[in-house]
């Protein structure tokens, strides 16, 4: 085969490689429009059928607001008449009787003065007499129609158009809404989730995040975080599980939330961070995130040590204290790189710490920087960087060993030091620890707003 073939047959090849990957791109592109396709139909589904629900229920509720209303008021004009007519009513009984007395006195004064000399008499004066009983000058009082009541109904024809105003400027439909998640960092055993404006105009008081396991039809969303901050650490989620996150936003001076943003589904590879269980001298919570140093143990306690490696370089380590017993030079808290049993102090080779007198020690040796002493209340913080990786052997093979160097940095109240830690092998994961001499030190850990917490308390 000549040259001029191989260059035509390698040409082709290459044009039928760039045939295919382009079709691949083409239709991965209209898997994205028919995604977008979805999501706008989908939408707009679910948005006309929140309008008609809302609608709907609004025209019932109206319509009884207004049939209750119209009762009451037609109660209230039956209560007036009723309570108006019954008067008339007596009068009209007092004067018709009086009527009938008056009719019945008529004729007998007729028939009186019809009969005969010698009745007359006794008629004339039973005629009389009864006359005066009867009292005929006394007559009952008729309201005039000025002291009677005339029952009206005021109506208010301004409702319509404030009705018609509110309700021209109720609800309102969005292409997107305001705000959007922006981020999903994945955390031990929890998300972080940031999100972010998409609509400058929009004044934002507060926002509301919510989560649900993602693929259970029957798991609703919770909510997370309420509040004007623009991120928030959703703890205690089970590793290697998806996770769905929406957020919404309420205005400044509205009562009503925005429409929620896309979910975003979301995941953490890491294990939650967990004292290790079975340590003589420390009682844990059945979540493993609390440590109380208690007097079990009448000689000295070992290192409690987290139940793996989950510190990684680049998150902030905490530790909080609020509670405290007797302190003794050797009680420590910090990272190291394993966890050797029947160790009593973090002050060794191979870990970083600081003592409750605020004395720091970098692989068991003690440094002249000294940060506050740790007492109720204190916060310490590690920090920790890879600042450069020394020659470990001639393929620059890592796991052959070498030297490692990792920037430290902690902070204790309002001071922190900073120094590199070098150490014989390459790490890319740190167990945690705490000693305590003596009984009364309570410890938990949990996750802080923008990184992993490792909490004493």
Known sequence: MSAEVDLLLQEAKESIEAAQNYRSELQLRLQGLNQARKQIRGSSGQAREALKRHFTELQAAATRLLSERLAGLLAEVDAIEADSVKPLDDCQSLIEHGVGQADELLREGEA?????????????????????????????????????????????????????????????VSSHPPVQIDELQERPGSILVRWCKVDEDFAAADYRLQYRRSGTGGSQYEDAYIG??????ILHLDPHTDYLFRVCARGEGRTEWSPWSIPQTGYTTLAPHEWRSGTEGYILSSRRNIALRNDSSQSRCPVLYSDAPTYFCGQTLTFKISAAGQTDRLDSLGVCIDSQSGEESL???????????????????????????????????????????LPVSNNNNLSEGGHFKLRVTIGSGNREVVFDWLVDQAVDC????????????????????????CIFV
């Open 430 to 453: 740190l167990f945690f620890g705490c000693s305590f001499v003596h009984s009364g030190w309570k410890s938990f850990r949990e996750s802080g707003k923008t990184f992993m917490f």
């Open 112 to 172: 009186a003065l019809r009969c005969g000399l010698g009745e007359k008499e006794d008629k004339l004066g039973s005629f009389t007499k009864k006359a005066m009983h009867i009292q005929l000058d006394s007559l009952p009082e008729v309201p005039a129609l000025v002291d009677v009541p005339c029952v009206s109904a005021q109506l208010d024809d301004s409702l319509l158009s404030v009705l018609r105003d509110r309700v021209s400027r109720h609800g309102c």
């Open 347 to 389: 002050q060794r080779d191979q870990a970083v710490c600081i003592s409750t007198n605020g004395a720091v020690y970098v692989n068991g040796k003690e440094m002249t920087n000294q940060l506050p002493a740790i007492g109720v209340g204190s916060v310490v913080t590690f920090d920790m960087e890879v600042v450069n990786l």
């Open 228 to 233: 004007r901050d623009c991120e928030f650490l």
